[in-house]
């Protein structure tokens, strides 16, 4: 057996024991240590754990991480998600459909300061979702509707999966950040008309709700202003040069402890418990992000990405074709990985093969341009069956609903995301266009 196919071997295997829920950074670490040593040897694998670990963590472009995600935990604690989803319904509640519209204006509003999908859809599933069932919705239109917007919370920036995603290809945060703003925009819209049109298919699915007088509708603007604040603050420092990320994350994690402390909702032990979650999140990344490292080391010297590259420069596909099939992989991934996994194992093999090939753009436009479009196909998995992470979180606490009809819930989003994933497959320029003017 050559050193491709060994390679290729442990990866299949990496692969399973994730699907049978091995801990990502257990199996990496088991699967990529085992590999580096049997090829270089025990001593030279023991060497690279001396330098390799450290070089990977000790970024400081990492340090966004944990400020990101304790904004996201302030956020939480002030209660900001059932504001946004107030203000929304104010709004918008009393059309047809108009709660799940709701729920996924939320899920974008509060994504845009948290970063997290499950986060996201949790923190909007313990709001909407006795509304919606209060007004009559369907079990599978409410959870499918949250489910798939919490998927937001990974598109929209700032995105926890995105900034994984710049570490491993070393790419500009704050570039990435801005090539989702469209995308993450046109999501929104497009899961709102899925529930447009799905309404109109199945009319007692989400029946109207009562109207809202137009001076209550105004006066719920209030709650939303802090939260376009700090976005605006964030994401516009970013793109304007004003600070870095890890700058911008700090002021954004400050702002939103702010909000939670004025909200009265944040106590000492609220505080505590904050930085204990972040802590734990983080920790948990870096883990991978060290087993990730020990992965990618035997990923070198077993000459895997080499090897698929000769394979696919001799097929005489075209570049594009190739782009197809990875993101086919990645549908298929998505059913049976969770989002980081998926990342991790993939980013480290697909990234040199799309740089090495003529789309007719920078290498770090290809770079911005794959990472929005494997952020896109991240979010259809986290929807699709049988492991669809966020369906699993959100069908848990709604009990119910049966499961396969919180799948069936989601299936107007699939779509609705195959839809996205085409149009910026085919229009690179809308993921490309703010990052060209930073």
């Given amino acids: 057996m050559t050193s491709v196919e060994y390679g290729g071997l442990l990866f299949v295997i990496c692969l399973v024991l994730i699907a049978f829920r091995m ?20 001593s030279a694998f023991l060497n690279f754990l001396n ?17 990101f995600l304790l904004m996201g935990q302030f956020a939480t604690r002030a209660g900001l998600g059932r504001s946004l989803f107030e203000s929304a319904r104010a709004w918008v ?37 006795p509304e919606m069932r209060r007004s009559g919705y369907s079990g599978a239109l409410s959870t499918g509707t949250i489910a798939a917007g919490g998927t937001l919370g990974i598109l929209i920036p700032p995105s926890i999966v995105l900034m994984i995603y710049a570490v491993i290809t ?120 060290i087993s990730a490292e020990i992965y990618n080391g035997f990923l070198a010297l077993s000459q895997v990405t080499a090897g698929l590259a000769d394979l696919l420069a001799g097929s ?16 298929v991934l998505g059913c049976v990985m969770d989002s ?48 669809g992470l966020n369906v699993y979180v959100i069908n848990a606490l709604d009990r119910e609903t049966r499961l396969g009809e919180s799948f069936r819930g989601t299936v107007p989003f699939l779509l609705s995301g195959i839809v996205l994933l085409a149009t910026i497959l085919y229009l690179p320029a809308m993921c490309l266009w703010l990052p060209g003017r930073a």
């Fill in 23 to 42: 801990p990502v950074g257990v199996a990496m670490f088991a699967v990529g240590g085992f590999g580096f040593a049997s090829l270089a040897g025990w």
């Fill in 51 to 67: 330098t390799g670990p450290f070089g990977r963590v000790s970024s400081y472009t990492l340090s966004v991480i944990p400020l």
């Fill in 93 to 129: 509640g009393h059309y047809r459909g108009g709660l799940a519209i709701s729920a996924i204006c939320g899920c974008a509003a509060f994504g845009s300061i948290c970063g997290s999908s499950i986060a996201t859809g949790a923190t909007m599933a313990s709001v909407a979702l």
């Fill in 170 to 289: 070393e790419q500009s945060v704050g570039k990435l950040f801005l090539a989702a703003l469209i995308p993450g925009v046109i999501a929104t819209i497009g899961y709102a008309v899925a529930i447009g049109i799905y309404v109109r298919l199945y009319p007692m699915s989400g029946p109207a709700a009562p109207s809202v007088p137009v001076g209550e509708r105004i006066r719920s603007l209030g709650a939303v202003w802090p939260v376009a604040a700090i976005f605006l603050s964030v994401i516009g420092g970013i793109y304007l040069g004003v600070f870095t990320p890890t700058e911008a994350a700090a002021i954004g994690a400050a702002a939103t402890c702010v909000l939670a402390i004025a909200s009265g909702r944040m106590d000492r032990a609220a505080f505590a418990s904050s930085l204990l979650e972040t802590a734990k999140a983080t920790g948990m990344i870096f883990l991978i992000l």
């Fill in 316 to 331: 005489g596909l075209s570049p594009m074709s190739i782009l197809i099939g990875l993101l086919l992989v990645y549908l």
């Fill in 340 to 387: 980081l996994a998926m990342i991790l194992l993939t980013v480290p093999v697909f990234f040199p093969l799309l740089t090495g090939l003529d789309f007719g753009y920078a290498e770090d436009e290809i770079a911005i341009w794959f990472g929005i479009l494997t952020l896109i196909v991240v979010e259809i998995g986290l929807i699709t069956p049988p492991i």
